[in-house]
């Protein structure tokens, strides 16, 4: 499985993006997906995740401002950001779990997109 993630960009605090994660190689719509982190000096952090029947699961720094969401179609996960923050300023990591656990742990997944950089000034 290939994954490619896009969207990323340098926005003002309380903006908006909207992140892309496009699968290829395989159809992922019956796998969790989920959306990584990771800024400058720390640990890669969870953000999201959608399993293979559609429920989301969010850590709680983004919660009722991020929306994680699926077109299996196109086989591709989105990550709608609302309300951005400047801490939200980090690398975003989409990634596929092959063993159907909607993890938040990163070690648990399979596959990695390249990574997109989100940055929002205050």
């Known amino acids: 499985v290939q994954l490619q993630a896009s969207g990323g960009g340098l926005v003002q605090a309380g903006d908006s993006l909207r992140l892309s994660c496009t699968a290829s190689?395989?159809?992922?719509?019956?796998?969790?997906m989920a959306w990584f982190r990771q800024a400058p000096g720390k640990e890669r952090e969870f953000v999201a995740v959608?399993?293979?029947?559609?429920?989301?699961y969010y850590n709680d720094s983004v919660k009722g401002r991020f929306a994680i969401s699926r077109d299996n179609a196109k086989n591709t996960v989105y990550l709608q950001m609302n309300s951005l923050k400047p801490e939200d300023t980090a690398i975003y990591y989409c990634?596929?779990?092959?063993?159907?656990?909607?993890?938040?742990?990163?070690?648990?997944?399979?596959?990695w997109g390249q990574g997109t950089q989100v940055t929002v000034s205050s």
């Open positions: 990634a596929a779990d092959l063993a159907l656990i909607a993890s938040t742990q990163a070690w648990e997944y399979d596959f």
């Open positions: 190689g395989r159809t992922v719509s019956r796998y969790p």
């Open positions: 959608i399993s293979g029947n559609n429920y989301p």
